[in-house]
């Protein structure tokens, strides 16, 4: 299948600073990029929509100010958490699809821990 | 979209066949069932999707009723690699501007032993 490759895998960093994650597609171009987050023993829950060119869609109860979505190009997306709190310490995973109705291949998954 | 119901957990023993059922009772007709699997602390992988017909790729089967209310899984030959959460999805067929969103539920813990 196709790769989406997450970087970085890890993040630890301070109570008010602010982290990027980056989501690209390796061999292919991605029209559409999802963000979900994934707290211990739950499942993923979707942040938000990026089509390439346009603002991301959030989902609701999801601060579009916090979780500032970045999608430039079609193979690459990032999130930046802004001004983290521990309580942001989670699992973000990126998806990409190629088109409409294909399946969504997904990143590795970034784990950020907020001290 | 439509809701699907997993049971929580299943035990395969190596080797075996796994099936893992779904329940999607009130799919519609242009939606198509998406299975995901996920390895602890990895992204979902991908494994395989089908509107109405049963489908078979290098990892899975997947067989669909024939009223499309329910689906099984079908992993032929279970390894202990095999352990993970199966998430099975249904989403509509897009149309140009649609989202398409993948929304997980809570799957089914598949514990394949030795």
């Known amino acids: 299948g196709a790769v989406v490759s997450q970087h970085p895998s890890r993040v630890i960093c301070k109570s008010g600073t602010s982290v990027k994650i980056e989501c690209r597609s390796l061999d292919f171009q991605a029209t559409t990029m999802f963000w979900y987050r994934q707290f211990p023993k739950q499942s993923l829950m979707l942040m938000a929509t990026s089509n390439e060119g346009s603002k991301a869609t959030y989902e609701q109860g999801v601060e579009k100010d916090k979780f500032l979505i970045n999608h430039a190009s079609l193979t690459l997306s990032t999130l930046t958490v802004t001004s983290a709190h521990p309580e942001d310490s989670s699992f973000y995973i990126c998806?990409?699809?190629?088109?409409?109705?294909?399946?969504?291949?997904f990143g590795q998954g970034t784990r950020l821990t907020v001290v | 979209d439509a809701k699907t119901t997993q049971p929580p957990s299943m035990d395969c023993a190596e080797g075996r066949a796994a099936n893992l059922p779904c329940n999607h009772s009130t799919i519609s007709g242009n939606e198509y069932v998406y299975w995901y699997r996920q390895i602890h602390s990895q992204g979902p992988q991908y494994i395989i999707h089908?509107?109405?017909n049963n489908e078979t790729n290098e990892m899975a089967s997947l067989i669909i009723t024939e009223d499309r209310k329910s689906s099984t899984l079908i992993l032929p030959h279970a390894t202990l690699r095999d352990t993970a959460v199966y998430y099975c999805i249904v989403r509509v067929a897009l149309s140009g501007g649609s989202q398409g969103n993948l929304i997980f539920g809570k799957g089914t813990k598949l514990s394949v032993k030795p």
């Open positions: 089908g509107l109405k």
């Open positions: 998806s990409a699809r190629i088109g409409v109705n294909t399946e969504a291949f």
